[in-house]
């Protein structure tokens, strides 16, 4: 598709119904950056639904999108067409002063590098105060609220330490505690174990499950650990600017406490379905595929010259 195509795509239909109720609400989503006159599809149409206290994880390979949405719910980008709602917020149709506004108290985000998360000079319980004073808050309530989160994060010994004083685990859990800070209802979480080890990185997942189990804040976090992608209920896989696989992991109904795993295929709001490369490799489909209506589903076979199956 051409970027023109995409745009019309975007704009063409009706928003209407979807995703009613959700707290983020992604429709047909087209983000184009123009470069040396040569454009680049970051996103294609995507589409997604996140509903309130859902703790998601974002997988998906170097430039299949996945960090351009999150700029985009993190109020950092714009997008080119479709519609990209979260928490009743329009950020299609925001002004600057309003996306300042909404990132000051309706989204928290988290980096990958723990350099880009606190102020070198402030100790954790003076960086997680920070938003708070910002936001013109009393005395009294900026200490609660700062003592309250470094404790429940476990970095309560790390208050009257700077950056410098604190490992890279400790770092991005105070990190976690300035994005909850303002008590938002999204936190964002880009890559935010990337640079930390497995037991290091587990502590903070660990944090964020704490800040959505216990806070209810909704968290989406994009990730390459498959460590921390198997510990959420429900994973998406981006690829190629558009949402192309789920993964959701459902408790078994014998009370063990056991599970199970369903992978899906999304098929997105313009009717596109993306098949999983390994799936379609080992069958020899490319370019096209023959389909088949049956009663209860749907046939997809090679396209074969010869007319065979």
Known sequence: MTASELEALAASRGHGDYGAGALIVCDRLVRIYTAEGIEVQALQGLDLVVEAGELTALVG???SGKSTLMNILAGLD?????????AGHDLATMTARQRLSYRRSVVGFIWQQTARNLLPYLTAFQNVELPLRLAGAGRGARRRQADQLLDLLGVAHCAGRRPDQMSGGEQQRVAIGVALANSPAVLLADEPTGELDSATAESVFAALQTA???IGVTVLVVTHDPA??????????IRDGRTSTETLRRAAGDGSGAGHVVEYAVLDRAGRLQL???MTEALGMRDRVRLEAEPDHIGVWPDRQDGGA
């Open 61 to 63: 390979a170097s430039g």
């Open 78 to 86: 714009t997008p080119t067409a479709g519609g990209v709602k979260v």
């Open 212 to 214: 959505n189990g216990e």
């Open 228 to 237: 921390v992608s198997s510990m959420v209920r429900r994973v998406i896989a």
């Open 276 to 278: 999983p490369l390994e």
